[in-house]
């Protein structure tokens, strides 16, 4: 899950109704009244993020298994393989060997990690 993916959905969780991109000064006065009239506005820049990372999570949700995804989800978050193995209460050799069967099956589908 990218930064911005993860930034925009925590913001949406915690009541957030708009994603704007600060840039525009347009953007910002049309998400000020569309917030007012308590309508979602999504810049565009923020929905193709939306977008993009929501077909990618459909794809991991096919590829991997529910062990592999939680391998995935703590190494996409920075954590190593001694910290990984500590939080799933495995071997540092079994995440080793997960971390390699993921690469293996994202490379497969042309998806980086």
Same mark, same amino acid.
């Given at each position: =899950?990218?930064?911005?993916?993860?930034?925009?959905?925590?913001?949406?969780?915690?009541?957030?109704? *708009?994603?704007? *991109?600060?840039?525009?000064?347009?953007?910002?006065?049309?998400?000020?009244?569309?917030?007012? =009239? *308590?309508?979602? $506005?999504?810049?565009?820049?923020?929905?193709?993020?939306?977008?993009? /990372? $929501?077909?990618? /999570?459909?794809?991991?949700?096919?590829?991997?298994?529910?062990? /592999?995804?939680?391998? $995935?989800?703590?190494?996409?978050?920075?954590? *190593?393989?001694?910290?990984?193995?500590?939080?799933?209460?495995?071997?540092?050799?079994?995440?080793?060997?997960?971390?390699?069967?993921?690469?293996?099956?994202?490379? /497969?589908?042309?998806?980086?990690?």
């Amino acid at each position: =899950m990218s930064f911005i993916f993860f930034v925009i959905a925590q913001s949406f969780k915690s009541g957030a109704v *708009n994603f704007i *991109n600060k840039s525009s000064l347009v953007d910002i006065l049309r998400a000020i009244r569309e917030a007012h =009239m *308590n309508q979602i $506005y999504i810049h565009p820049d923020g929905s193709e993020i939306l977008r993009k /990372e $929501y077909l990618k /999570e459909i794809s991991l949700s096919k590829i991997l298994t529910p062990s /592999e995804r939680q391998v $995935y989800d703590l190494k996409s978050r920075g954590l *190593n393989k001694t910290q990984i193995a500590g939080q799933l209460h495995k071997s540092i050799s079994t995440i080793k060997k997960q971390i390699r069967f993921v690469k293996d099956k994202l490379k /497969e589908q042309g998806i980086n990690f």
